[in-house]
Structure formats: structure tokens, C-alpha cells
């Protein structure tokens, strides 16, 4: 049952977790645009920019939301390689989850609810992303845009079904 003492745990997941889990996810994005030639502005949050830090734009609503600015994606880049880049947030979830697993294991760490909160968000954001789908903006999810890539589908805002 949720409580008043429970406000705490709240806090700490929406305004501490959420947006670590979301800046490993979308650096993901960023290390395989890096690495095949591409150029790429991430943004952590919504609403004004507060800040930058290299390609990195923090936004006032740094706990709500975050996304890649895709400036250029290399032209000699393979099919694999562009969908690496879109499914490269989703590993880079599941290679933290992996390696606090492993270093809990390992007598590194104690278990405790930041990392239960941790992986959970993990889970939540590599489920999400990675399920084929085109949201309501007509944006596909990272799952998707990986799909029309592999399976050379040009991609269309709103497409008609």
C-alpha cells in the first residue's frame, strides 16, 4: 500500500531514476550514431533548455520524456548498422541492467530500491521502445524504425494503413 512515507521513493524515482535510465537510453542512441559516422543532438526533457553539455540539451522538464535529434546518419552506413542506431538505446538498457546484476553478484553491490527502481524503469523503457508500433505523432517506436530500415519501408509521418 502506498503511504505518505512512501512520498520519498516517489520523488526518487521521477526526478532521479527516470531521467538516468532515460540519459543511458538515449546515449545508446548517440554512441552507434557516433561510431557510424553520424551527428546527433540528445535531448533530456521537455520545454526550455536549460543547459548544454557537448550534444547533450537539458531541458526543464529534464524527468519527462527525452529523444535523439538525428542531424546526419552516415549514407555508407549498412541497413544493420542504421538499425543499431535505433535499437542502440534499448541495449544500452539492458547492458546497465546486466552489469548491476553482475556487480550485485559479484558482492559489488547491495541490492536496495534505486536498483530495484533502476532495472524496473529499464525493463519499462527497452519493453516500450523496442515494440513495433508508430505512436499517435506518427513517429515510429525505436522497435519500428529498426524494422523499416532492415526491411527498407520509407518512413512516413502518419502513414495510411
Known amino acids: 500500500m502506498f503511504g505518505f512515507n512512501d512520498l520519498w521513493l ?13 540519459i543511458i537510453h538515449e546515449l545508446g542512441h548517440y554512441f ?15 520545454g526550455n533548455e536549460l543547459f548544454r553539455i557537448g550534444a547533450i540539451r537539458i531541458r526543464k522538464l529534464y524527468f519527462y520524456d527525452g529523444w535523439c535529434e ?8 549498412a541497413k544493420v548498422e542504421k538499425a543499431l542506431v535505433y535499437l542502440g538505446g534499448s541495449l544500452f538498457n539492458i ?3 546486466l ?6 553478484n559479484n558482492g559489488v553491490l547491495e541490492p536496495n530500491i534505486f536498483i530495484y527502481q533502476f532495472t524496473y524503469f529499464s525493463f ?15 513517429c515510429p ?15 512516413e509521418k502518419n502513414p495510411s494503413n
Not at 552507434?32 to 521537455?46: N, P, Q, R, S
Not at 517506436?141 to 518512413?155: E, I, Q, R, W
Request: a positive charge; aromatic letters at 18%.
Open 10 to 22: 516517489f520523488f526518487l524515482s521521477f526526478f532521479l531514476v527516470l531521467p538516468l535510465v532515460t
Open 99 to 104: 552489469m548491476i546484476n553482475g556487480l550485485i
Open 32 to 46: 552507434f550514431a557516433k561510431i557510424f559516422g553520424g551527428k546527433v543532438i540528445v535531448h533530456i526533457g521537455t
Open 124 to 138: 519499462y523503457f527497452t519493453f516500450f521502445s523496442l515494440f513495433p508500433i508508430n505512436h499517435l505523432n506518427g
Open 70 to 77: 538525428y542531424i546526419t546518419i552516415s549514407k555508407r552506413a
Open 95 to 97: 547492458a546497465s541492467i
Open 141 to 155: 517506436s525505436d522497435g519500428m524504425a529498426a524494422l523499416n530500415v532492415l526491411t527498407n519501408k520509407k518512413f
